[in-house]
């Protein structure tokens, strides 16, 4: 099973709002990224967890709070947004190490008016 | 991580090899270079990697050049289902920690029926 499971799917919020971002794998990856993809852009790399402790954040503001409770899942809390931060988001997992091939879920695909 | 060149688009027909190339010139001697693909409304998936040899599995096979300078990745047998943009990434491999992916614009890959 090489599944990296995102929900939802769409997700719709207005500016004041809290709503999350959950990402699952099954492959005892214990490495896990979200990334960021704005319309007709290449991914763009936002966290990196390794072994449930945040290893990375690539300067990503404060109304994004990413949270890893178990080697399984993945969560990113949404507060505050602006409607600039409309994007498919991606989650991706790996083993940590030599080995280091990205999984990639579906994503979310965020809109916020 | 080096520096790739990829055209920005490409076309194909469909049975045909589709060859991609990617230039990264800069390459240090500890930099692999991966290929990903994301296929419309899809996450980035893995192709293949390597460092300096040709590598071959089930849906692609990478030609690196003996400079390393430059390399080619070649589906032998194009389907409609390959149409995507193709991302070459060159990066070291993780030590004992995990590092998220740096995208550049890759090559938009369009099968013609």
């Known amino acids: 099973d090489t599944e990296v499971t995102q929900t939802p799917k769409h997700l719709v919020m207005g500016m004041t709002n809290k709503k999350s971002l959950k990402c699952e794998q099954h492959?005892?990856?214990?490495?896990m990224y979200w990334y960021k993809q704005k319309a007709k852009k290449p991914p763009e790399l936002m966290f990196v967890?390794?072994?449930?402790?945040?290893?990375i954040n690539e300067s990503v503001p404060s109304r994004f709070s990413p949270e890893c409770p178990n080697s399984s899942l993945l969560n990113l809390h949404l507060h505050a947004l602006q409607p600039e931060d409309s994007a498919l988001y991606l989650c991706?997992?790996?083993?940590?190490?030599?080995?280091?091939?990205?999984?990639f879920g579906a994503g979310t695909r965020l809109s916020v008016l | 991580d080096a520096k790739t060149t990829q055209p920005p688009s490409m076309d194909c027909a469909e049975g045909r090899a589709a060859n991609l190339p990617c230039n990264h010139s800069?390459?240090?001697?500890?930099?692999?270079v991966y290929w990903y693909r994301q296929i419309h409304s899809q996450g980035p998936q893995y192709i293949i990697h390597?460092?300096?040899n040709n590598e071959t599995n089930e849906m692609a096979s990478l030609i690196i050049t003996e400079d390393r300078k430059s390399s080619t990745l070649i589906l032998p047998h194009a389907t409609l289902r390959d149409t995507a943009v193709y991302y070459c990434i060159v990066r070291a491999r993780s030590g004992g920690g995990a590092d998220g992916l740096t995208f550049g614009k890759g090559t938009h890959l369009i099968i013609q029926p």
């Open positions: 800069t390459i240090s001697g500890n930099e692999y």
């Open positions: 991706a997992s790996s083993q940590v190490g030599l080995k280091n091939i990205q999984y």
């Open positions: 967890y390794s072994y449930e402790k945040l290893s």
């Open positions: 492959m005892g990856h214990r490495a």
């Open positions: 390597g460092l300096k």
